[in-house]
């Protein structure tokens, strides 16, 4: 199985920046696709940011140009970094990974979820 343990959450006043990261480990083949989602007190889980292996990226239109998602391919390793912070950005951050993993029958898909981080930012 393949196992993200993020890391860098906290409480931050507004305006202020954090960075989290979040690290792939396991028999992994390859990584297509890793991003951040959060999930606020009685909302859904939404998408924050996503990046290929190739580069591409997406955000969710709240966070544009506040916050930056980066990738080390090397070391299977995803960044969100947060600047100009809100309190509505409040909320738990999920490390999400897709990808293929290995093991000794072969290589077969994998979707992974982070434990999860908070992230709290006062007015």
């Known amino acids: 199985q393949v196992q993200l343990v993020e890391s860098g959450g906290g409480l931050v006043q507004a305006g202020g920046s954090l960075r989290l990261s979040c690290a792939a480990s396991?028999?992994?083949?390859?990584?297509?696709?890793m991003g951040w989602y959060r999930q606020a007190p009685g909302k859904q889980r939404e998408l924050v940011a996503t990046?290929?292996?190739?580069?591409?990226?997406n955000y969710a239109d709240s966070v544009k140009g506040r916050f930056t998602i980066s990738r080390d391919n090397a070391k299977n390793t995803v960044y969100l970094q947060m600047n100009s912070l809100k309190p509505e950005d409040t909320a738990v951050y999920s490390c999400?990974?897709?990808?293929?993993?290995?093991?000794?029958?072969?290589?077969?898909?994998?979707?992974?979820w982070g434990q999860g981080t908070q992230v709290t930012v006062s007015s």
């Open positions: 396991g028999r992994i083949f390859r990584i297509n696709a």
């Open positions: 999400n990974a897709a990808g293929q993993r290995s093991d000794f029958y072969g290589v077969h898909s994998f979707e992974s």
């Open positions: 990046m290929t292996s190739v580069g591409t990226t």
